[in-house]
């Protein structure tokens, strides 16, 4: 009887000390559970905040800030740098027109509308980022020795200072200086084409004459050490003209890419003895003293030089000082197969 009371007392002792770790556990699975989702949702709060952080971060660096706003007809005078060269132009004034003259090559052929585009460019100016120049390590944006610079002055005595420097990361443009404001943005890669523009392209090139097929009185295509080819019009007993092919197939001459202007060495070039010269003599439109168009007999010459590095033609027209490069593609029309 005492066995089976001893027996009864230790179970309900077991039973007792069950209870109490189960208890236990659920305190502890309370407590866990209550800190897990503490935690959980510390972290997903501040989670949202770093997500709130970083959409704000990104929509000041994307919200455009007007650097510059003012007319190009307002700039009277433009230095500008780049890797190339350094370039200094002004207004001036000739009656009630006016244009762009580069300082010490006053007679340098402008090509004003490239550089009212690189000017213009400059005028209304908007980037993003915004920074303190003071605030940065210039060598991390490029500032610190770039060459690519640029001053425009204002007629009221205004000047307007850049610099530029790196392409900034994941193609969204490139770091400017505004000097007037000792601030730095991020502004559009055109920029960077503009103010990085090469020098023959700031060259107005000339312009060439347009021959109508059926104004051409005769063409001849002389190869060096080779033969020379004469074409005329045929004409029949009733008076009709035929023309030949090559009338049609080789004008007008195009050679629209500068290679260099006011040139002293064409031999460089080949062009001091060609390879191959075109000669065309036309009925050309010419103006008299008088203002009258009338129509004249002309001439126009091409020389075909030595070949580029690209498998193409150096050329000149008319025996000016200008160096073109003739694409292959329309130089073999006058070269012997």
């Keep these: 009887m005492e066995e089976r009371e001893e027996r009864a007392l230790r179970l309900k002792r077991l039973k007792r000390k069950r209870a109490y770790t189960i208890l236990a556990l659920v ?17 997903a709060k501040l989670a949202a905040e770093e997500e709130q952080k970083k959409a704000e971060q990104e929509a000041a ?32 004034e000739e009656g009630n027109l006016g244009s762009w003259v580069k300082q010490g090559e006053e007679d340098f052929p402008t090509n004003e509308e490239k550089l009212q585009n690189i000017m213009g ?32 002055t204002l007629t009221d005595g205004t000047e307007h200072s850049f610099l530029m420097g790196d392409e900034a990361p994941y193609d969204a443009g490139y770091y400017l200086l505004y000097e007037n404001t000792e601030e730095v943005f991020v502004v559009a890669s055109n920029l960077y084409t503009q103010l990085t523009t090469k020098s023959t392209k700031l060259v107005q090139g000339e312009t060439f004459p347009y021959v109508e097929p059926e104004s051409i009185t005769r063409y001849c295509i002389e190869v060096r050490d080779g033969e020379t080819k004469t074409y005329e019009p045929e004409v029949a007993e009733d008076g009709t003209k035929t023309f030949p092919a090559v009338f049609y197939d080789s004008v007008p001459f195009v050679a629209s890419t500068i290679q260099e202007y006011n040139c002293t060495d064409f031999a460089q070039y080949g062009l001091d003895d060609p390879y191959v010269t075109v000669t065309v003599d036309y009925l050309g439109y010419v103006f008299t003293d008088g203002g009258m168009l009338t129509r004249e007999p002309c001439t126009m010459k091409l020389e075909i030089g030595d070949k580029t590095v690209s498998d193409n033609y150096f050329v000149r027209v008319d025996e000016s000082d200008f160096v073109y490069i003739m694409m292959k593609a329309q130089a073999k029309k006058y070269l012997p197969n």
């Excluded at 605030?135 to 001053?151: F, H, Q, R, V």
């Design 121 to 152: 460019a400059f005028c209304k100016l908007e980037g993003t980022s915004r920074m303190k120049f003071a605030d940065i390590n210039p060598a991390d944006y490029g500032l610190d020795s770039t060459k690519l610079t640029m001053k425009l």
């Design 27 to 43: 305190a502890v699975l309370g407590l866990l559970g209550g800190g897990y989702w503490f935690i959980t949702d510390r972290k």
């Design 61 to 92: 660096r994307n919200q455009k800030t007007e650097i510059t706003s003012f007319l190009l007809n307002e700039v009277c005078e433009a230095r500008f740098t780049n890797e190339e060269a350094s370039y200094h132009f002004v207004w001036e």
